[in-house]
């Protein structure tokens, strides 16, 4: 996930965390500047969410992970 957390368990770094909020909020802010809409600035902070844990979820079943 964003922060190298993953939402399925295990350890992850405080630092990892703080940089990937931090990455959310540098996205929402470039989108303020840029003037975009509210409501799609919702919707691509919310595709990047997705495709983390897509990205995450696709990693864990070619670990050979428990539950994939």
């Not at 909020?21 to 595709?47: E, M, Y």
């Amino acid at each position: 996930m964003i922060g190298g957390v993953s939402l399925r368990g295990g350890v992850g770094r405080v630092e990892m965390v703080a940089l990937g909020a931090l990455l959310l909020a540098l996205v929402t802010n470039g989108l303020n500047l840029l003037r975009v809409d509210s409501k799609l600035q919702t919707i691509v902070v919310g595709v990047i969410l997705v495709l983390a844990v897509a990205i995450d979820s696709l990693k864990h079943r070619r670990s050979g992970g428990p539950g994939a």
